[in-house]
């Protein structure tokens, strides 16, 4: 009997040490748990920003602060990207990543400067070789040629795509796009160097811009393009 009941206390001391195991690895889940997600140890303590600096560098860093005091590993950090690139037009793309132990670090990839569209009201608003608008600036940005309607209104989507097929096109050496009108029809002249080129639509620009490099060599004042197959210099 008293064999039996060894045995029995032994059973007994067992389960008590395998439920005693449990409830501590339980117990040290549920603090790491604790830890990572809801404590104050590991939370937004700091802002990094970087591929932008100055002005950028603080709007950036100002929007991005929302997130002090968020546990790191509660982010959505594509969500926050996604927020911050609505947020800040001039951004191509964001990227947001955790450090450890408190800093949110948010890498930027700006848009560059294609054109710079004139408006009705004398505002000159950038655009990249997408056609989308980031920021409205007092002066172009050096190199990028200025984009004005010749009814002085503002320049129409159609008019901004036949600008850019030709600023995207157009590569002649150390010649450059300075100036750039768009009619009431939509049709885009520009100044390459000391030559007007009369670009017309956003049609056919390969073929446009070849014929306008091959030309230019012997710098005429007019170039007319804009029927390829039938170019007119003057």
């Known amino acids: ?129 997408s056609g989308t608008a980031f920021r409205t600036v007092r002066q172009a940005p050096a190199g990028v040629p200025v984009v004005d309607a010749e009814d002085d209104a503002d320049v129409s989507p159609r008019g901004v795509e036949a600008a850019l097929s030709a600023v995207n096109a157009l590569k002649v050496g150390k010649e450059r796009v300075t100036r750039i009108s768009v009619s009431p029809a939509d049709l885009v002249t520009l100044r390459v160097g000391s030559t007007d080129v009369v670009w017309g639509t956003a049609e056919r620009p390969e073929l446009k811009a070849t014929i306008v490099r091959a030309l230019i060599k012997k710098k005429p004042k007019n170039i007319d393009v804009s029927a390829p197959d039938t170019p007119v210099t003057r």
Do not use: C, N, Y
Not at 6 to 26: F, N, W, Y
Not at 82 to 101: C, D, K, M, Q, W
Not at 120 to 128: E, F, I, M, N, P
């Open 1 to 129: 009997m008293d064999r039996f009941a060894d045995r029995a206390r032994g059973a007994r001391r067992q389960s008590l040490r395998r439920i005693g195991l449990i409830v501590a690895a339980v117990a040290a889940v549920a603090a790491l748990v604790w830890l990572i997600a809801f404590s104050p140890l590991l939370v937004v303590r700091d802002v990094a920003v970087t591929g932008v600096r100055g002005q950028d560098q603080r709007d950036v860093a100002v929007l991005a602060r929302e997130q002090v005091g968020t546990p790191l590993a509660r982010l959505d950090v594509d969500e926050i990207a996604t927020g911050l690139e609505h947020r800040f037009p001039p951004a191509a793309r964001i990227v947001v990543s955790r450090s450890l132990p408190g800093t949110l670090t948010v890498d930027v990839t700006v848009r560059k400067a294609v054109l710079a569209l004139r408006d009705s009201k004398g505002q000159l608003q950038v655009v990249d070789a």
